[in-house]
């Protein structure tokens, strides 16, 4: 005897359909090259099925047939789900005119559907996600502006999921183990604007409170990492984006540091969808798993090399004497140079502006490493470049007109104490030093009083007076009579701010104008006879 036997679902049947992938075919070699060394889903397909919009259905094959005399034929149902939750249904087998047969079924899904699709669906062999992609926000100096990353969330199942954002921070030798989370009302209530929408928090006393516990990896990052957006809603078979956020610190070690977290994105349902009475009943936020994103980034110090071309470092050697020239007329300035070398060592450019403290004065930088913003260096990595800075003598220099540049006389010799403030964009600066010592003339004479005695009218007299100069500067002088006090001055750059100072050379002679013979330029250590007559 042949009876015809036919079996159905009652509610969550599903139809076959083509099998496609879920992500988007590569548009280059490279990509697809790419997503094969990260083990992207590119090859991998979700359950080629069209699922009722549950987000879960059941396939029955053989769905009928005939069956013979004590003959058994196996029939396969096949679940095929796109969403998280507890379903039931019914399976109603028919064989001939027997009354029906109804199987209850039942069947938990778990799991995350969304994905990022900088990686691409991944499955094991559950069909459950097993990977955690990572982003990296790369090296950057510490106390620049906030670095951005944007990627995409892909939503397959046919429920609206809306993801609350919280982000960690992942800290070394770490001993804790769980966390403990008390909730009261909502765990992630829904948000609009600055007020908080909560219609299911009142309705639910029963559930005032919660408690909820979870493995321990890290703690709130603060500002360190964070989301855009603390809520992000990604539609049905659609795409949202979603921007992370890396603060790098104020300052931080001179090796640089390195920091890792991670942010969990836990999924809110409206609450149309999460039970339908007698299909399916959904957890949602703390009780299901939370779409995971790791994050990495690295903060190093805004730091050049800095390397001068003398061991002294940038030290320069002037005389005062170097204003004189040889028929006594002082220059308008004298300029001695001095240069360092700029070394970028780091893995990212660094832009920077140099302020120089006057008299000192930058001359060049080679090779030119201007930006366009007027006074603003760039340095990309691993280069380097060569800035020459001058120092600038002038009478006025000599005088202390300065600013507030730092001037001390020690031993004969002006010392000017500068700087060269190297500031970066992130507010950090480096300082190198600057000093310049200008050497004072010193001029000595060997009378400070000339007796000539008792001389007889028409005759002549002479005495010899001895000019010298001790130091490493050269000293313009020369020889005058004054009328009413009858005295001999000799004039010269003092050791004092270039203040006028004189030797005076006394002369007891009376009725009898005595004038200078010539004019004198001595130099380092040597003496010039001066021979005054009568």
């Not at 599903?14 to 090259?33: D, E, F, I």
């Not at 149309?272 to 190093?300: E, F, I």
């Amino acid at each position: 005897m042949v009876a015809t036997f036919s079996v159905s679902v009652e509610r969550l049947a599903v139809r076959k359909s083509a099998p496609a992938p879920l992500t988007q075919q590569p548009k280059s070699a490279s990509c697809s090259s790419l997503l094969q060394r990260k083990g992207g889903g590119a090859s991998l397909q979700l359950p080629a099925a069209v699922v009722p919009s549950v987000g879960c259905g059941f396939l029955v094959q053989p769905s009928r047939g005939e069956l013979q005399a004590f003959e058994k034929i196996p029939v396969a149902v096949t679940m095929h789900a796109t969403m998280w939750g507890l379903y039931t249904d019914v399976l109603i087998v028919q064989i001939g005119d027997l009354e029906p047969m109804r199987i209850p079924i039942t069947a938990r899904v778990t799991g995350n559907p969304l994905f990022f699709q900088m990686m691409g669906p991944t499955f094991n062999k559950n069909l459950t996600f097993n990977r955690t992609p990572t982003l990296h926000f790369g090296s950057h100096c510490c106390g620049r502006p906030a670095v951005h990353r944007s990627v995409r969330v892909t939503n397959p199942s046919p429920v609206d999921i809306r993801l609350d954002w919280q982000t960690f921070k992942v800290i070394k030798d770490d001993p804790q183990l769980i966390d403990l989370i008390v909730v009261v009302g909502e765990a992630f209530p829904l948000l609009d604007g600055s007020s908080v929408v909560s219609q299911e928090a009142q309705d639910a006393r029963a559930d005032l409170i919660q408690v909820h516990m979870r493995q321990h990896e890290g703690f709130a990052s603060g500002s360190l990492f964070s989301v855009g957006s603390q809520q992000t809603m990604v539609p049905a078979l659609s795409k949202a984006n979603v921007t992370f956020q890396f603060v790098p610190p104020l300052t931080c070690d001179t090796d640089g540091d390195t920091f890792n977290g991670y942010a969990l994105g836990y999924m809110s349902l409206a609450p149309q969808v999460k039970n339908v009475v007698g299909v399916v009943t959904r957890d949602d936020g703390y009780q299901v798993s939370a779409l995971r994103m790791d994050l990495s980034a690295a903060v190093k110090p805004a730091l050049l090399q800095l390397e001068t071309a003398d061991e002294e470092g940038m030290l320069y050697q002037l005389t005062a004497g170097s204003l004189l020239q040889h028929d006594g007329t002082i220059l308008n300035s004298v300029e001695a140079t001095s240069s360092f070398l700029l070394k970028n060592n780091g893995q990212m450019s660094l832009k920077f502006g140099m302020l120089i403290d006057g008299p000192f004065v930058l001359s060049n930088v080679l090779p030119s490493v201007g930006c366009r913003e007027e006074g603003t260096y760039c340095l990309k990595p691993h280069c380097a470049a060569q800035v020459k800075i001058g120092f600038s003598l002038t009478a006025e220099t000599l005088k202390g007109n300065t600013g507030d540049l730092q001037v001390t006389l020690f031993e004969n010799q002006l010392h000017y104490h500068g700087q060269v403030k190297i500031k970066h964009d992130n507010e950090t600066q480096q300082v190198l030093p600057l000093q310049a010592i200008v050497s004072l003339p010193t001029l000595r004479v060997s009378h400070e009083v000339l007796d000539f005695g008792t001389v007889v009218v028409g005759h002549t007299r002479e005495l010899q007076v001895n000019v010298s100069t001790q130091g490493v500067s050269a000293v313009y002088w020369s020889v005058t009579h004054s009328e009413k006090r009858e005295v001999l001055r000799a004039v010269f750059l003092s050791t004092s701010f270039s203040e006028k100072r004189s030797s005076c050379l006394r002369s007891q002679v009376r009725g009898h104008l005595i004038k200078p013979l010539r004019q004198f330029q001595t130099t380092n250590l040597k003496w010039n006879e001066c021979n005054l007559m009568f």
